[in-house]
């Protein structure tokens, strides 16, 4: 079937149009100019900007700012977005010049052309509902853009929260599972002295913690908006009861308690709150990576490594090696971290590159902290069921490490001295000797005084009272 087209014009010129597209002129000429990256608005993201123009019609209209007809309309066609529909027609890519007006000027099209047919026009007559005069009244780009980013970033870290929360849990239940097993600490992959494994997995898991108290922490920014500073701060076109009343509105329709920004001019040029929660991401990708580098140790082998835990095996490891099973669950989630460290440099740059009255890099920051959001959010989950909870421990190979190991000598200064001590873990790689024998043989401490010592158990707690 034969497309029909419709014609709309412009300050620049005019397009033909899809007669069945929703969007119009200004969107199409984004999509045309800022073919970048191929990946498309964060439908979240543009469920936030519809929210705010819902806020912003609701109160228009109360307030008389807006014809009672087209702000019912309006709010009919938010609806239908919010609702998953017209999900087609937001075309712009999400990385693109211009602060982000394209994607507002794509939301503000669908919106005035869904309601235009809701009141009986026909899309692209611009004179029933304005996209710009009428969904976009008394708002600005530079104020919607960022609040609506500052939403999403809210909506998706809850996400990631919760499934930090999981994992937490998770961890915390392997560190009571295996708080009775012996392993052997290593500093700079050398033997230290022996712990239990529980107390790795607890570590683990104060790490995730922390960081997700960290992300927690950064959030609190994200709920102070600049909704009503339009241009640049002054509030210029917004009249004062959409001033006074948007926030108040924005936040009923969101469920957030978000306040506007104290100083306006500062909430419109500065985006250093999103380079703060993106450092936060980056603080908990170091630590989930980390811990994968640990679990692929541990587990590494299994007979010719060290192989002291077994990760659940998930996937054949190789097309031409039988039977041979790799770590692939702590190897997606490094890769994520990589991801999400190199997103951190991206939006630190341009988050320093603001000029002026504003940031016109917020499309970019938006598009790697959200992609930084929601890899964390799979990497963790996968993580969580399924490596995590399915660990097991190699009793048997982390007693033999510990009883091959002469890093217990570390036990015996305060009795033998440094030196002395040292003498005896050569002697015993060297000859392959245990510790005991060699202080026994020396007669360097009683039988009894050094079974004390050297109780494995007792050199895994801090604070004890050995020798006294």
């Known amino acids: 079937m034969e497309k029909v087209f419709r014609i709309e014009r412009d300050s620049v010129g005019e397009l033909s149009i899809d007669s069945a597209a929703y969007y119009g002129i200004q969107t199409l000429r ?71 007006t394209s994607e507002n000027m794509n939301v503000n099209e669908v919106i005035a052309n869904i309601a235009i047919e809701h009141l009986g026009g026909q899309k692209g007559d611009y004179t029933v509902i304005s996209p710009n005069d009428d969904v976009n009244m008394e708002q600005s780009t530079n104020d919607v853009i960022p609040t609506a980013g500052k939403l999403t970033v809210l909506s998706l870290a809850e996400e990631l929260l919760a499934a930090l929360k999981k994992l937490h849990a998770a961890l915390l239940g392997k560190a009571k599972e295996f708080d009775d097993i012996l392993k052997m600490g290593r500093t700079q992959l050398q033997d230290a002295v022996p712990m239990r494994l529980g107390q790795a997995f607890r570590a683990f898991a104060t790490a995730i913690a922390r960081s997700r108290t960290r992300i927690e922490n950064s959030l609190s920014e994200m709920r102070t908006i600049n909704l009503g500073a339009t241009a640049i701060g002054t509030a210029i076109n917004a009249k004062e009861a959409y001033f006074s009343h948007i926030t108040e509105e924005l936040s009923a329709l969101t469920g957030e308690d978000l306040k506007r920004a104290d100083d306006l001019f500062d909430g419109t040029q500065n985006v250093d709150c999103f380079a703060a929660v993106s450092g936060t991401l980056k603080a908990l990708a170091v630590n989930l990576s980390k811990m994968c580098n640990d679990l692929r140790l541990m587990s590494s082998g299994p007979r010719t490594g060290l192989g002291e835990i077994i990760l659940p095996a998930k996937q054949n490891g190789s097309s031409i090696m039988p039977g041979k099973i790799n770590p692939v669950i702590p190897e997606v989630v490094n890769q994520v971290a990589f991801l999400v460290i190199g997103h951190d440099v991206t939006v630190t740059m341009a988050a320093e590159a603001g000029q002026l009255e504003l940031n016109a890099f917020e499309p970019v920051i938006f ?56 003498d005896i873990a050569k002697e015993s790689l060297r000859t392959g000797q245990s510790i005991r024998e060699i202080v026994l043989r020396e007669g360097l401490m009683d039988e009894a005084k050094l079974d004390e010592v050297l109780d494995p158990l007792l050199l895994t707690e801090p604070c004890m009272t050995r020798g006294k």
């Not at 984004?30 to 900007?49: S, V, Y």
């Not at 929601?374 to 009883?403: D, K, Q, S």
């Open 367 to 422: 598009y790697q902290l959200f992609e930084s959001l929601r890899a964390l959010t799979g990497a963790v989950r996968t993580l969580t069921e399924n490596c995590i909870v399915g660990i097991t421990a190699n009793r048997e190979r982390c007693a033999e490490w510990v009883n091959r190991s002469v890093g217990i000598v570390t036990a015996l200064n305060p009795y033998i001295g440094y030196l002395k001590a040292a």
């Open 30 to 100: 984004a999509k045309e100019n800022f073919e970048i990256t191929g990946t498309k608005l964060h439908f979240p993201f543009i469920r936030n900007i519809v929210l705010i123009k819902k806020a912003a019609a609701k109160v228009n209209e109360q307030y008389g700012l807006l014809d009672r007809k087209k702000a019912e309309a309006v709010i009919a066609a938010c609806d239908e977005i919010l609702h998953g529909k017209h999900k087609k027609d937001f075309i712009v890519d999400a990385v693109q010049g211009g602060a982000g």
